[in-house]
């Protein structure tokens, strides 16, 4: 029983999914129809019906009859085959052969695709066809009055195309005589080939229109401007010729000439259609030109500069000669007093053999001027360079001057600070006089020579010929180093003397009070009649402290040391 069951179970779906099958290959061969029935009820026939507006002769008539021709053998060929293909899937999805059936259902299919690629081909043919038509009727029409305003223009302003009004009136006929080719292309029937040629006849005539612009300004250059720059130029260098400009090395006059001779051939190969060499010339003339009235200006400027310096140059080449005899003569004179260094007398030397050059310089320039064979560019150049030079050894003189000034002033400081080392010892030597103190340290007297005796050697080099100013500073530098260590040694000894006196006789009031500091007082005195007089205020002043805390401090302010 079971599989009584199973059997039939398996019966039933097996029905089941042959109708689902049957369904799905009707459902398909639906959609075909439908697509099929859509292709054929298209008004393809009325777009390509659109092409009868054009000239229908010659490639026009060929295509229509191309197109017309697929179409019909579209409708009814290739689409009438497809229905005894869907017939077939139908027969073949009733009697469950469902493999047969999508053989027969993708055949149409791939029918139905093609049809479609080949009606797009054609419609996209004709859309080209029509814009090609399009397009190339307004560049006709747009290039008609282009071509006529160009003849125009060559007739109403002929006299600025010289010669080559003839060339331009031709290629303005050919292009004219090409728009007429392209209508009889048109009335032919020939639209695509029309189309190449209006394209053809506009790209010429937009270059012919871009010349015929650009050509009565070139002209104008070539034929009148620049021919009447270089004239004036030349006029010009004549003139400053004649004005004593030296001008004649730049060789401007035969560069100027032959630059006219290019110009009229430039303007014959302009007249014959020739413009790519006048392009280049045209700005590189016009910058030489500017470039050589810089060159002239510049020479103009240094003729000025020359005739306006020499004469200041002159003056003050020989104003330096004379005042460099008057410092080498004062030389002269001071090397018998003063010691110069190998270094300072170098330094002369090459400073008086610059001053010589530069007057031979002067002499060179005074031929050059007086030869017209140099430049005054170049005249001005070695002008400012001597100028430059000038500079430079007044520089140099006048540090030669200052050393001069220097050494007297040497001279005279050395004087001075030995006279001052003088009067110190003087005055602290008077000190020591004066004072009541027992006597003095040997060692203060040794120091008191030893001043003296360095004031006086500094003295006698000072006094010596020829006189060495660094040999002066080096013995008066050690001299006043001794001398202020002497005045300083003093003074500190006599302030020692006189406090180390007060002190002990301050300590006096004490004595009988304390036996101590009797004790030390009188070491103290000792000490200050063996001329110890810091040995004697150092006791004297401890032994104080013992008794009197601040006794030292307060006679220290009120005492004072007798001058």
Same mark, same amino acid.
Request: proline content about 2%; cysteine-free; glycine content about 4%.
């Given at each position: 029983?079971?599989?009584?069951?199973?059997?039939?179970?398996?019966?039933?779906?097996?029905?089941?999914?042959?109708?689902?099958?049957?369904?799905?290959?009707?459902?398909?061969?639906?959609?075909?129809?439908?697509?099929?029935?859509?292709?054929?009820?298209?008004?393809?026939?009325?777009?390509?019906?659109?092409?009868?507006?054009?000239?229908?002769?010659?490639?026009?008539?060929?295509?229509?009859?191309?197109?017309?021709?697929?179409?019909?053998?579209?409708?009814?060929?290739?689409?009438?085959?497809?229905?005894?293909?869907?017939?077939?899937?139908?027969?073949?999805?009733?009697?469950?052969?469902?493999?047969?059936?999508?053989?027969?259902?993708?055949?149409?299919?791939?029918?139905?695709?093609?049809?479609?690629?080949?009606?797009?081909?054609?419609?996209?043919?004709?859309?080209?066809?029509?814009?090609?038509?399009?397009?190339?009727?307004?560049?006709?029409?747009?290039?008609?009055?282009?071509?006529?305003?160009?003849?125009?223009?060559?007739?109403?302003?002929?006299?600025?195309?010289?010669?080559?009004?003839?060339?331009?009136?031709?290629?303005?006929?050919?292009?004219?005589?090409?728009?007429?080719?392209?209508?009889?292309?048109?009335?032919?029937?020939?639209?695509?080939?029309?189309?190449?040629?209006?394209?053809?006849?506009?790209?010429?005539?937009?270059?012919?229109?871009?010349?015929?612009?650009?050509?009565?300004?070139?002209?104008?250059?070539?034929?009148?401007?620049?021919?009447?720059?270089?004239?004036?130029?030349?006029?010009?260098?004549?003139?400053?010729?004649?004005?004593?400009?030296?001008?004649?090395?730049?060789?401007?006059?035969?560069?100027?000439?032959?630059?006219?001779?290019?110009?009229?051939?430039?303007?014959?190969?302009?007249?014959?259609?020739?413009?790519?060499?006048?392009?280049?010339?045209?700005?590189?003339?016009?910058?030489?030109?500017?470039?050589?009235?810089?060159?002239?200006?510049?020479?103009?400027?240094?003729?000025?500069?020359?005739?306006?310096?020499?004469?200041?140059?002159?003056?003050?080449?020989?104003?330096?000669?004379?005042?460099?005899?008057?410092?080498?003569?004062?030389?002269?004179?001071?090397?018998?007093?003063?010691?110069?260094?190998?270094?300072?007398?170098?330094?002369?030397?090459?400073?008086?053999?610059?001053?010589?050059?530069?007057?031979?310089?002067?002499?060179?320039?005074?031929?050059?001027?007086?030869?017209?064979?140099?430049?005054?560019?170049?005249?001005?150049?070695? +002008?400012?360079?001597?100028?430059?030079? +000038?500079?430079?050894?007044?520089?140099?003189?006048?540090?030669?001057?200052?050393?001069?000034?220097?050494?007297?002033?040497?001279?005279?400081?050395?004087?001075?600070?030995?006279?001052?080392?003088?009067?110190?010892?003087?005055?602290?030597?008077?000190?020591?006089?004066?004072?009541?103190?027992?006597?003095?340290?040997?060692?203060?007297?040794?120091?008191?020579?030893?001043?003296?005796?360095?004031?006086?050697?500094?003295?006698?080099?000072?006094?010596?010929?020829?006189?060495?100013?660094?040999?002066?500073?080096?013995?008066?530098?050690?001299?006043?180093?001794?001398?202020?260590?002497?005045?300083?040694?003093?003074?500190?000894? +006599?302030?020692?003397?006189?406090?180390?006196?007060?002190?002990?006789?301050?300590?006096?009031?004490?004595?009988?009070?304390?036996?101590?500091?009797?004790?030390?007082?009188?070491?103290?005195?000792?000490?200050?009649?063996?001329?110890?007089?810091?040995?004697?205020?150092?006791?004297?002043?401890?032994?104080?402290?013992?008794?009197?805390?601040?006794?030292?401090?307060?006679?220290?302010?009120?005492?004072?040391?007798?001058?």
């Amino acid at each position: 029983m079971p599989y009584i069951i199973g059997g039939i179970i398996v019966i039933i779906a097996l029905i089941i999914l042959g109708l689902i099958m049957r369904k799905r290959v009707y459902d398909e061969v639906d959609r075909l129809e439908s697509w099929k029935l859509d292709i054929t009820n298209r008004n393809v026939s009325e777009e390509l019906a659109k092409v009868k507006a054009l000239n229908l002769s010659g490639e026009t008539q060929e295509k229509f009859e191309s197109w017309k021709e697929r179409w019909d053998h579209i409708v009814t060929k290739e689409l009438p085959d497809t229905e005894e293909a869907l017939f077939d899937a139908e027969e073949g999805a009733d009697r469950y052969r469902f493999k047969k059936a999508k053989q027969h259902l993708q055949q149409v299919q791939d029918i139905l695709i093609q049809v479609e690629d080949k009606i797009e081909v054609m419609f996209r043919e004709l859309d080209h066809l029509l814009a090609s038509e399009e397009e190339a009727r307004k560049q006709a029409e747009e290039l008609q009055p282009t071509l006529q305003g160009l003849k125009r223009t060559i007739s109403q302003h002929r006299h600025q195309f010289g010669k080559a009004d003839v060339r331009f009136e031709s290629a303005i006929a050919e292009q004219i005589a090409q728009l007429a080719a392209y209508h009889a292309l048109i009335e032919s029937g020939n639209y695509f080939e029309a189309n190449q040629l209006i394209m053809d006849v506009k790209e010429k005539t937009e270059v012919l229109a871009a010349e015929i612009e650009a050509f009565p300004t070139a002209y104008k250059q070539v034929k009148q401007d620049l021919p009447a720059q270089i004239s004036d130029l030349l006029g010009g260098i004549r003139e400053m010729k004649q004005d004593g400009y030296r001008i004649h090395h730049l060789g401007f006059e035969d560069e100027l000439k032959k630059e006219n001779e290019r110009l009229g051939h430039l303007t014959q190969q302009l007249e014959s259609g020739n413009s790519e060499e006048t392009k280049l010339v045209i700005p590189a003339l016009e910058s030489r030109i500017k470039e050589m009235y810089q060159l002239l200006e510049n020479e103009a400027v240094a003729k000025n500069y020359v005739d306006s310096k020499f004469d200041q140059y002159v003056q003050a080449v020989e104003k330096k000669s004379e005042a460099f005899l008057v410092t080498k003569e004062e030389v002269d004179l001071l090397r018998e007093s003063y010691f110069f260094t190998d270094n300072d007398v170098e330094f002369h030397v090459k400073l008086e053999s610059k001053i010589s050059r530069l007057a031979l310089q002067l002499d060179n320039l005074q031929k050059e001027i007086d030869d017209d064979q140099f430049s005054h560019a170049k005249l001005k150049e070695e +002008l400012e360079a001597g100028f430059r030079e +000038l500079s430079a050894i007044e520089e140099e003189h006048e540090v030669i001057r200052e050393k001069i000034k220097t050494l007297r002033k040497d001279e005279l400081d050395a004087k001075e600070k030995i006279a001052d080392m003088r009067q110190k010892l003087y005055e602290v030597n008077r000190k020591l006089q004066k004072s009541n103190i027992p006597g003095v340290p040997q060692e203060v007297w040794k120091m008191v020579e030893e001043s003296q005796k360095k004031t006086s050697h500094a003295m006698e080099i000072l006094d010596g010929h020829p006189l060495d100013m660094a040999e002066v500073s080096t013995t008066l530098q050690q001299a006043e180093e001794v001398s202020n260590a002497t005045v300083e040694k003093i003074e500190i000894l +006599l302030e020692q003397a006189y406090l180390a006196e007060v002190v002990i006789q301050y300590s006096n009031r004490y004595r009988s009070q304390y036996p101590m500091l009797a004790a030390e007082m009188l070491e103290a005195e000792k000490l200050f009649r063996e001329y110890q007089y810091e040995q004697a205020l150092e006791r004297a002043a401890r032994a104080l402290q013992d008794i009197e805390p601040k006794a030292l401090e307060r006679l220290e302010k009120h005492i004072k040391v007798p001058s």
